[in-house]
């Protein structure tokens, strides 16, 4: 590979990352308004974990750049660990969240693309993803309560049941949804459009980002 083609692909997850980075910390915001409704939070940022995640592989062709993607969004989200009036859990779980959709969304991309389904995904792939990244947030989540009797886990068994069963389906509904949506689309927006000033773009993103996530924590 090309250094210039491997810095573009590199630039591509840094505009992606930031730009994930920029909805976690937006709709995150939005979320916690609406806390009285369970399980919002991970219904709705699955999917949209799930677009980024598929707009820099389809950018890029690389599963590695969904790694590097997801470490920067992450990375945005853990500069929330300086701020002492917040608990650790607060930042660490939506980080270890990103960092699971990651590895979930990038094994369906390696082993179902691979096969020829093309961009869409079936119903069963949507079921599975959406359930896999919870069940491994719940084995994570595990030691995370035995250490220091917080995070998840806390809200007791009939949540966690939920959690893996109708929040997994409502998750794989809007993500099959969106997949047959995008596959009747004529044509797709790519950071590959972008000619000039590629770093520009991404850094600015990123700078962006990690503004928007420390602006909004505080208020």
Not at 23 to 52: K, N, Q
Not at 171 to 186: D, H, M
Not at 204 to 216: D, M, P, T, V
């Amino acid at each position: 590979m090309k250094n210039n083609q491997k810095m573009n692909m590199i630039y591509t997850a840094i505009f992606w990352g930031a730009l994930w980075g920029i909805s976690e910390a937006i709709i995150g915001y939005i979320l916690h308004l609406f806390t009285f409704i369970p399980g919002i939070a991970a219904i709705v940022m699955f999917p949209i974990a799930y677009y980024f995640i598929r707009k820099v592989y389809f950018d890029t062709g690389r599963i590695w750049t969904i790694f590097l993607t997801a470490g920067i969004t992450a990375a945005i989200k853990l500069t929330d660990l300086f701020l002492p009036f917040l608990r650790p859990i607060k930042t660490i779980n939506p980080a270890i969240s990103i960092l699971i959709e990651a590895i979930v969304v990038a094994a369906l991309f390696t082993f179902a693309y691979k096969k020829g389904i093309g961009k869409s995904i079936s119903f069963s792939h949507s079921l599975i993803i959406s359930l896999s990244w919870r069940i491994l947030y719940i084995l994570i989540s595990i030691p995370i309560f035995l250490l220091f009797m917080d995070g998840y886990l806390k809200n007791g068994p009939l949540s966690i049941v939920r959690f893996l069963t109708l929040d997994s389906v409502i998750n794989c509904g809007i993500i099959f949804l969106f997949s047959k949506i995008n596959v009747l689309k004529k044509s797709e927006w790519s950071y590959n459009n972008i000619i000039k000033f590629r770093p520009i773009y991404a850094a600015f993103a990123f700078i962006s980002a990690l503004g928007i996530e420390q602006f909004l924590i505080r208020l």
